[in-house]
């Protein structure tokens, strides 16, 4: 059975990949760790792993409920542990009452010093405390050079894991009907947006589906799918709940608020 039949064309690169670790796994019997991974590449890996008789597949994130999380495949009879992941809790405080920091900020700045989005986990924001999750390879680096977001300067210093803040995010269901499962339908229906405004902010760029940006109006989307719209925020296709007598999807999905 072809595999890629049931992913997007996309996707194919990281399933080329995923392979490669399952297949150096079974050869050599090392773990394999990977990089931080969203949801949707954590979707696609269970799918390859499956339910392996010489294998096993590892999630974690920091804590069990985190979005982005590194995979260890490993050996059936290895005992996998949460320190073997290597990720490391960096936080630091700001002056809350004279700069507002948006986790779009904290990004923008790690980004600007290099660091690829893979070598994070999840950035959590309370009242004023950033928590960043991080690759271990990466720690000195940004208490080195990690020293402001927008106005404020900033020192990073290591906690442990146990610290880690709950973020006060959350996603707000609701259910609503469409006519497809094309992208710019559900941008209509969450965001509330004509479908030619929909159609318009897809071309131009502003909207990404997990994490990738989609400039086709007519993109097919699934279940677990998360956009990010330009402005807008984050939201996500929950569960495609089936088709009404008029022969259209009852869908679940969440905000994030």
């Known amino acids: 059975m072809d595999i890629y039949q049931h992913f997007r064309k996309e996707e194919q690169a ?13 050869r050599s019997f090392q773990r394999k760790l990977t990089d931080f991974l969203d949801p949707r590449e954590q979707y696609i890996l269970s799918s ?4 392996h008789s010489d294998i096993r597949l590892h999630f974690f994130g920091g804590k069990h409920d985190r979005e982005r999380k590194r995979a260890i495949i490993a050996p059936f009879y290895e005992e996998i542990g949460n320190d073997d992941f290597s990720i490391v809790l960096l936080e630091s405080r700001f002056p809350k009452k ?11 700045s790690l980004m600007s010093l ?16 950033i928590q960043i999750l991080v690759d271990a390879d990466i720690e000195t680096f940004l208490e080195l050079h990690l020293t402001g977001v927008k106005k404020a300067s ?9 610290q880690l803040q709950e973020s006060t995010e959350r996603w ?6 469409v006519s497809s499962l094309r992208l710019d339908a559900l941008l209509k229906e969450i965001y509330h947006l004509s479908r030619n405004k929909a159609g318009e902010w897809i071309q131009k ?11 086709n109006p007519a993109f097919q989307m699934e279940e677990g799918d998360i956009i990010s719209l330009k402005k807008k925020g984050r939201s996500k296709l929950i569960k495609i709940l089936g088709e009404t007598k008029k022969e259209k999807w009852r869908i679940l999905t969440g905000v994030l608020k």
């Open 14 to 26: 990281f399933i080329d990949m995923a392979l490669s670790w399952r297949d150096e796994v079974e």
């Open 114 to 129: 290099g660091i690829k989005r893979n070598k994070l986990g999840d950035i959590v924001i309370v009242d004023d405390t």
């Open 172 to 177: 707000v269901e609701q259910e609503g009907t």
């Open 154 to 162: 900033l020192r990073f210093a290591a906690v442990p894991l146990e």
């Open 205 to 215: 760029g502003y909207v990404k589906v997990n994490y990738r940006t989609v400039e």
């Open 98 to 108: 004279f700069v507002q920091i948006t986790h779009r900020d904290v990004l923008g």
């Open 48 to 51: 390859i792993i499956g339910n």
